[in-house]
């Protein structure tokens, strides 16, 4: 008996570890490629923050000046505009895109896998390729959208052509990516138990109150994976804007996002050590937001966390 | 299974770590290497002259190329910045500079002084004089671009009665053959516009205007388009798209569904196409129409000036080989080299009897081929500064794009950015 309880205990104290062991192993391919593939130009590209370095001559320290010299940008503080304009509309209407998406998703139509596989599609297509599709759609004469615009009896605004437009157009072609985080708020949907709507349900509650008192808390934690994820990558955006306008970030540089000013400066204007600090500041700004963001995460609930 | 889940994991992230540090091509320490981009006839050129000399030499060459502009540059920089360059270097009248004020170019004078198969004079003095820095030349010139050939379509000419235009002519009448030759349909959708140019080349608009970019092209020290000549030469090319609407605006380019200028003229949506000789080759493809070629307008005040292009080779300082490097030179902007670019019409040699020669005017469309050659008198050089590349993208590029989209007048902008300019690079 004494034997048998010993026994337990250790294989206890195993399973933890074990559980630990293997949530080391399935996380190494990207430890090691941290490791060995980005690591060592994450640390040199903090030295040369301080440096200046036009690839040809060796980097020379300048100290803080850099990090001078970009507070008095205008074009930092443009991109830097250009950035938070397209983060604070694509994020938000990403999020509640892809909730009703996968709301509508998770119902039991007969189709519905092939649905799902549609609007998921846009998510394994290659950037390059989409934003390509998305220049013919946003074409304002031959266009798909100025021409339904056009059957509504609106005239089509210049979209990639316009300094009013551009950006928006960058916001709306961001809604085609819905479909990755639909899957994981699809997962989501599909982990609220039952047994909650069925009470909701006895208590009298409608569609609209189960979704509000059920469905959203429930939803919070992938939510609020979802918000961080996407306020990371908008602020990342590059691809879209760099096939759209030709890397100029045109017209007017009304799409000259903080990435593409990156890329500029390193490898147009070869100045590497300010094209670093550049890199640094988004860094810290990211670290700023998603440090902010769990600060005020008390709307997030936790399954099996008690409701204070 | 589930079990070595993980380990095979482990092991794919080590293959994957250590295939991707292995080497992908081997150069052994005595080849000459050397790096250039260009287009498919190019390479086929080069390719042939690197044989050649290899062949003659017994020295290996590792020839790599890149594509043009920011993955050329990147590329060599990269090998600078790992203390690696190559031997011998293909730049371009501007992107020189960046090189030769770091210091890591060969003075190649000795070298030419030497030279059995050609002189210095050999050569247009202009872009042997663009090349050369406190009398040292950094680079054996390959060709030269003067920007200065307007395209036309004889058959849009012969349709709408307008007689063909000559190297006397001037912006006005740019303006007036334009107007006669820009078409609309019924719903007030142009079909056929007068003039475009390749990209905007405001910078022939500004020279032939009696304006300028800055004070002095080969030691700028203001930047000099806030003058009125400049500012009226902008606001003409701004005027061509929406005063006079012969050219296509921004948004109907954009409009034109990712259709390139050339491919306008290609396809007879315009009727004088301007850029430099180096279209020749595509044009000769053409099988629906005649077409020809002009100099570019002369400005109201009869000044001709255009702006140009040019490449060659240049030798690095770091190399332990320049004696060979040299050698390759020669083959390469030598006259073989030279004579083999005239024949694909692509660029014009740097050497002025091969330019004059047969290979180059060879009898093949266009017919007046020959302006490129009275052209090259007239040509005016980009600033030459390092920065010049910025300022054009991040200054000018942006600011620009107002004018030529109509939303404000030349004037007031240049106003806007000339001080701007002249604060950010030339107040040292």
């Known amino acids: 008996m004494a034997y048998k309880t010993k026994k337990i205990k250790k294989s206890r104290i195993k399973m933890s570890t074990h559980e630990a062991i293997w949530g080391y192993i399935f996380l190494s391919p990207w430890i090691l490629g941290m490791i060995f593939f980005t690591g060592g130009p994450i640390i040199a590209s903090l030295i040369l923050a301080f440096c200046r370095w036009d690839l040809i001559t060796p980097p020379e320290l300048v100290g803080l000046d850099n990090f001078i010299k970009i507070m008095s940008d205008p074009k930092f503080w443009k991109s830097l505009y250009n950035t938070f304009y397209y983060t604070i509309f694509a994020v938000p209407l990403g999020i509640i895109g892809s909730i009703i998406v996968a709301l509508l998703m998770n119902q039991k139509w007969r189709s519905v896998r092939l649905l799902r596989t549609i609007y998921y599609l846009p998510s394994v297509t290659a950037g390059v390729a989409s934003a390509i599709i998305w220049m013919w759609l946003f074409n304002p004469d031959f266009g798909l959208i100025n021409y339904f615009l056009g059957k509504l009896g609106i005239k089509g605004p210049l979209w990639l052509a316009s300094e009013e437009w551009s950006k928006p157009a960058l916001i709306i072609m961001s809604l085609w990516g819905v479909g990755g985080n639909m899957i994981i708020y699809l997962a989501g949907l599909q982990g609220v138990p039952s047994q909650l709507y069925e009470a909701a349900e006895i208590d009298g509650a409608n569609l609209f109150q189960k979704f509000i008192n059920v469905t959203l808390p429930m939803l919070t934690p992938v939510i609020f994976f979802n918000l961080i994820m996407s306020i990371v990558w908008s602020f990342q955006i590059f691809t879209q804007v760099y096939v759209m306008t030709q890397g100029q970030g045109g017209p007017a540089d009304s799409t000259l996002v903080l990435v593409l000013y990156i890329y500029q400066k390193a490898f147009k204007f070869h100045q590497m050590g300010y094209a670093s600090a550049l890199s640094w500041i988004l860094f810290i700004i990211i670290l700023i937001a998603t440090l902010i963001q769990f600060k005020f995460s008390k709307w997030v609930y936790y399954e099996g966390e008690l409701k204070k | 299974m589930k079990k070595y889940f993980g380990l095979i994991l482990v092991l794919f992230s080590l293959i994957f770590i250590l295939t991707a540090c292995q080497k992908g091509q081997q150069q052994s320490a005595d080849m000459l290497r050397f790096m250039y981009w260009g287009d498919v006839q190019e390479i086929e050129i080069i390719t042939n002259l690197v044989n050649q000399f290899e062949k003659d030499t017994k020295i290996k060459v590792s020839a790599e190329r890149a594509p043009s502009g920011p993955p050329y540059m990147e590329k060599v920089l990269t090998q600078f910045a790992g203390g690696n360059p190559p031997d011998v270097l293909f730049v371009e009248v501007n992107n020189f500079k960046k090189f030769a004020e770091k210091g890591v170019l060969e003075d190649l004078t000795p070298y030419l002084e030497k030279e059995t198969a050609f002189k210095k004079k050999d050569f247009y003095p202009q872009i042997i004089d663009r090349f050369t820095i406190n009398n040292s030349l950094y680079v054996l010139p390959r060709d030269i671009a003067p ?282």
């Open chain 2, 147 to 428: 920007i200065c050939v307007v395209y036309y379509n004889k058959k849009l000419f012969d349709e709408a009665g307008v007689k063909y235009p000559t190297d006397d002519w001037t912006w006005a009448d740019l303006v007036k053959k334009g107007q006669k030759l820009t078409k609309k349909d019924a719903n007030g959708i142009y079909t056929q516009f007068g003039f475009v140019d390749d990209w905007p080349i405001w910078e022939s608009f500004v020279y032939s205007n009696g304006g300028s970019l800055v004070d002095n092209v080969k030691n700028p020290k203001r930047c000099t388009l806030d003058k009125k000549a400049a500012i009226d030469a902008v606001q003409f090319r701004a005027d061509l798209i929406h005063k006079y609407k012969i050219s296509p605006s921004p948004s109907q380019m954009t409009a034109m569904g990712g259709m390139g200028t050339s491919d306008m003229f290609v396809s007879g949506k315009v009727a004088m196409f301007y850029s430099g000789i180096w279209k020749t080759p595509l044009f000769r493809q053409i099988k629906d129409f005649q077409w020809d070629v002009v100099m570019f307008p002369k400005g109201p005040t009869g000044i001709r000036a255009f702006s140009t292009g040019g490449s060659g080779y240049a030798i690095t300082k770091g190399s332990k080989k320049k004696e060979a490097a040299w050698k390759l030179v020669t083959y390469l902007a030598g006259k073989q080299g030279q004579i083999e670019l005239a024949k694909t019409g692509l660029a014009q040699p740097a050497m002025i009897k091969i330019a004059e020669s047969e290979y180059f005017l060879d009898n093949k469309p266009p017919k007046h081929k020959d302006i490129v050659l009275k052209g090259v008198k007239y040509v005016v050089f980009a600033p030459l500064m390092s920065e010049w590349e910025e300022i054009n993208v991040s200054s000018i590029a942006p600011a620009f794009d107002k004018i030529w989209s109509g939303k404000e007048k030349a004037a007031k902008i240049l106003k806007e950015i000339v001080p701007e300019i002249n604060e950010s690079y030339f107040s040292k």
